[in-house]
């Protein structure tokens, strides 16, 4: 089967930038999509197909994705983007997968 | 304006069974890749269910052989039918569709119904 890594937890200052990354084998040659959950919401697409913003979605939030690791990069990160971040992608072995999950503290 | 409307959960015994539904508005279900995605208490997102548009089901391997996925086109509905259900089924589930196929992204997710299965 397929793992997605995602660190658990990433704090970032108030109007920096915060960087969760996603780690997979080969990943790079996969879709991965981003998805941000506030606590006792659904998910909301955030970043889809690696470097796509859906419309509404903030120009700080971007995506990239080489080789084993993909990344969704917030800048200028505000209060309101505190929230937890899964990568997902699909493999033929697994169907869909999802990280484990980041939660962002903006401090 | 695309909808997806989830029902159908509840507090269930171990070994009991229910059935979610997943009503949508603003789209035709039966041409997109729809799933089931859950989430423990506390947990992780979990792929669970998939429906392809042309027909095709697939299911976790932790599902495979107790839950079902369907839809009905005429009422533009999806569906999960859970049988033989166990304390680690408890979580909230989500509909979502993938409009551009399996590797796509969940565009539209519900609002998502609770599964709760104790004695």
């Known amino acids: 089967s397929y793992e997605l890594t995602q660190p658990v937890s990433l704090s970032v200052a108030l109007g920096q930038t915060a960087r969760i990354t996603c780690g997979g084998n080969?990943?790079?040659?996969?879709?991965v999509h981003w998805y941000q959950q506030k606590p006792g919401q659904a998910p909301l697409l955030v970043i889809y197909?690696?470097?796509n913003r859906p419309s509404g979605i903030p120009e700080r939030f971007s995506g990239s994705n080489s080789e084993n690791t993909a990344t969704l990069t917030i800048s200028r990160a505000q209060v309101g983007d505190e929230a937890d971040y899964y990568c997902?992608?699909?493999?033929?072995?697994?169907?869909?997968?999802f990280g484990g999950g980041t939660k962002l503290t903006v401090l | 304006e695309v909808q997806l409307v989830e029902s159908g959960g509840g507090l269930i015994q171990p070994g009991g069974s229910l059935r979610l539904s997943c009503a949508a508005s603003?789209?035709?279900?039966?041409?997109?890749?729809m799933g089931w995605v859950r989430q423990a208490p506390g947990k992780g997102l979990e792929w669970v269910s998939a429906?392809?548009?042309?027909?095709?089901?697939y299911h976790t391997d932790s599902v495979r052989g107790r839950f079902t996925i369907s839809r009905d086109n005429l009422k533009n509905t999806l569906y999960l039918q859970m049988n033989s259900l166990r304390a680690e089924d408890t979580a909230v589930y989500y509909c979502?569709?993938?409009?551009?196929?399996?590797?796509?992204?969940?565009?539209?997710w519900g609002q998502g119904t609770l599964v709760t299965v104790s004695s």
């Open positions: 979502a569709r993938a409009p551009e196929g399996a590797t796509g992204e969940f565009d539209f």
């Open positions: 603003g789209f035709t279900v039966s041409r997109n890749y």
């Open positions: 429906i392809y548009s042309g027909g095709a089901t």
């Open positions: 080969n990943i790079g040659n996969k879709n």
């Open positions: 197909r690696n470097i």
């Open positions: 997902q992608v699909w493999d033929s072995s697994a169907n869909w997968v």
